[in-house]
């Protein structure tokens, strides 16, 4: 039995069944967990979600926000499917509505002590251990999968506010939550997110540095996996130093779909230049 921890799929169907193929995972008795973004910008977002559906409980997916978006559209809240998006054949496809609830009900962060990893799709802001980020990802949880999660859609998008205060509440608390485990990179030295610099390190503005460099980060010294950041790509440089395991590798850009095999923590990665 392994666990395996996949990068970003983005609706990259074939690269998935490829990179499964190369590290023989068996669905009877391995594990399969993926950092997020399921959908968008790919061919194939439908056939991605029915994948890890029908995985049932030997799959582990935490939300991303292009898995956020494609929810927020299909709950027509006003959000509209955006010109690069590819999300057309899953919002027609007839079997569409258990797939989004599924998908609804999927966590921020997962946390395996018997593993030893966290699995989120961005990061964690500086001020957060892991205890707590559990704690925030359950708070959004709750609405997300209540009868609240079509006003939390319509809320969610937005810069601000760009620090954590315990004394951040409603919306502006949920939506703080929100772009920390689903859209961060950079960190200030105050612990304020930067989220429109999307480019590798040294190219993000002055005084700013990659959230799991932040001074003080009280989950350092935790083992966390996440995505999203496909420019970055540092695996060597980045695991040892930092126990972060990025696994976004630009496949959806015609890079590569990366896994992590948790036990021993080889890499594992499939060309998807098509």
């Not at 669905?27 to 790919?42: A, K, Q, T, Y």
């Not at 926000?65 to 496809?93: C, F, I, P, Y």
């Not at 205890?131 to 959004?140: D, G, I, K, P, Y």
Request: some cysteine; glycine content about 10%.
């Amino acid at each position: 039995m392994a666990t395996y921890a996949i990068g970003d799929p983005q609706g990259c169907h074939a690269p998935l069944q490829r990179l499964l193929e190369t590290i023989e995972f068996d669905p009877v008795c391995d594990r399969l967990w993926c950092v997020g973004d399921l959908v968008n910008r790919g061919p194939a977002s439908l056939e991605v979600l029915r994948f890890f559906h029908a995985l049932g409980d030997r799959a582990v997916c935490v939300l991303g926000n292009h898995d956020l978006h494609l929810l927020a559209v299909a709950a027509d809240v006003g959000e509209q499917v955006r010109s690069k998006d590819t999300l057309g054949a899953v919002l027609l496809a007839p079997d569409r509505e258990p797939l989004l609830a599924w998908l609804r009900h999927r966590p921020l962060v997962h946390h395996a002590p018997e593993l030893g990893f966290t699995l989120v799709h961005a990061g964690l802001p500086p001020q957060w251990d892991i205890s707590e980020a559990v704690a925030r990802a359950a708070e959004l949880e709750a609405v997300l999968q209540g009868p609240a999660h079509r006003d939390y859609f319509h809320a969610m998008y937005g810069n601000t506010p760009h620090r954590w205060s315990d004394d951040l509440a409603g919306w502006e608390r949920l939506r703080f939550i929100t772009n920390c485990f689903t859209r961060m990179r950079y960190v200030g030295p105050d612990g304020s997110l930067e989220l429109k610099a999307k480019g590798p390190p040294g190219t993000q503005p002055t005084g700013y540095a990659p959230w799991y460099e932040a001074r003080g980060r009280r989950s350092a010294g935790a083992s966390i996996i996440f995505g999203h950041w496909s420019t970055l790509q540092l695996h060597a440089r980045v695991s040892p130093r930092h126990r972060v395991f990025p696994l976004d590798t630009g496949c959806v850009w015609g890079g590569t779909l990366t896994a992590l095999r948790l036990e021993d923590e080889r890499w594992f990665s499939v060309r998807c230049g098509e």
